[in-house]
């Protein structure tokens, strides 16, 4: 390896490493001002996550399809799968925007499911809170095994944090995750990078 690649490869990793930064930030800050104009009970995801998915929907499907209508002998059956592949990745984005709704009571939660119906569970009735860093969710079960995921990306988070402290039981809130959702409740929601 040359001087020059080495170089050229250290910029990339930059240039990528900056990009995601500004993303990332961008989403964590809008998380907190999309919640300005949505219903104080309601958790959704941000308006930056649906540009995002829709983005990358389009970007890498216009992509999969434009490097096989228009052939110059380098595409192969995985280089389209692969960018098909990001593409429905994109589109998961899109429709995880529209279906994670979920509504916060006193009571409870009623929330969205990728498959199913819409389910709901009482606070009363938590065994278990976690916190996940890794895939950026709260996991929330049930004493009759119910699970549902709230993800870090999603508005209203300081008000499910307030909700949970208030009403689940104390034994149900694993030791770590009760310093998070306290951060949370004072409007400090777990990073999202």
Not at 8 to 36: E, H, N, P, Q
Not at 141 to 168: D, M, Q, W
């Amino acid at each position: 390896m040359d001087n020059h690649e080495w170089w050229v490869r250290i910029l990339k990793g930059a240039v990528w490493f900056v990009a995601m930064t500004i993303v990332m930030g961008w989403i964590a800050r809008s998380r907190i001002t999309d919640r300005k104009n949505k219903s104080p009970n309601t958790l959704t995801p941000p308006h930056s996550l649906l540009i995002i998915g829709l983005i990358g929907f389009l970007l890498f499907g216009g992509v999969a399809v434009f490097s096989n209508v228009y052939s110059n002998g380098t595409e192969t059956w995985w280089t389209t799968a692969g960018f098909a592949g990001v593409a429905l990745a994109g589109l998961a984005i899109v429709i995880d925007y529209v279906i994670a709704r979920h509504q916060l009571s006193e009571s409870g939660l009623c929330y969205g499911r990728w498959f199913g119906s819409r389910r709901s569970l009482q606070w009363s009735e938590l065994r278990t809170v976690r916190y996940a860093p890794l895939t950026k969710w709260f996991r929330l079960e049930t004493t009759n095994g119910e699970v549902a995921r709230i993800s870090a990306y999603l508005t209203g988070l300081p008000e499910f944090a307030r909700l949970v402290l208030k009403h689940a039981p104390s034994d149900s809130i694993e030791e770590e995750t009760l310093f998070i959702l306290q951060a949370t409740a004072d409007g400090n929601p777990p990073p999202v990078w």
